[in-house]
């Protein structure tokens, strides 16, 4: 049973903009941090953004500005609004969270930002 399922991936012109989601299952979403992560081919994933229970936000230096990340803990869903998209955030995007007593990713959906 999936218990983390991301969308909104996609293609996309350099300057455009997406809105990733990823919904979570269960009771624990709302009592922890989570976070967005990103990994492009041949590379180590690293984190984009987090945000606490609370809503207190931190992000990467690559993405400051141009990214929010945002949680509806009424809908167990955080979401990454992407802005101002460049080629090099190219990369397959996964979120971070709570699934019962073990953090868990979601599948992972692809970006791509491309004339």
């Known amino acids: 049973q999936v218990q983390l399922v991301e969308s909104g991936g996609g293609l996309v012109q350099p300057g455009g903009s997406l809105r990733l989601s990823c919904a979570a299952s269960?009771?624990?979403?709302?009592?922890?941090?989570v976070g967005w992560y990103r990994q492009a081919p041949g590379k180590q994933r690293e984190l984009v953004a987090a945000?606490?229970?609370?809503?207190?936000?931190n992000y990467a230096d690559f993405v400051k500005g141009r990214f929010t990340i945002s949680r509806d803990n009424a809908k167990n869903t955080m979401y990454l609004q992407m802005n101002s998209l460049k080629p090099e955030d190219t990369a397959v995007y996964y979120c971070?969270?709570?699934?019962?007593?073990?953090?868990?990713w979601g599948q992972g959906t692809q970006v791509t930002v491309s004339s």
């Open positions: 971070n969270a709570p699934v019962g007593v073990v953090m868990r």
């Open positions: 269960g009771s624990s979403f709302r009592f922890y941090a």
């Open positions: 945000i606490t229970s609370s809503g207190n936000t």
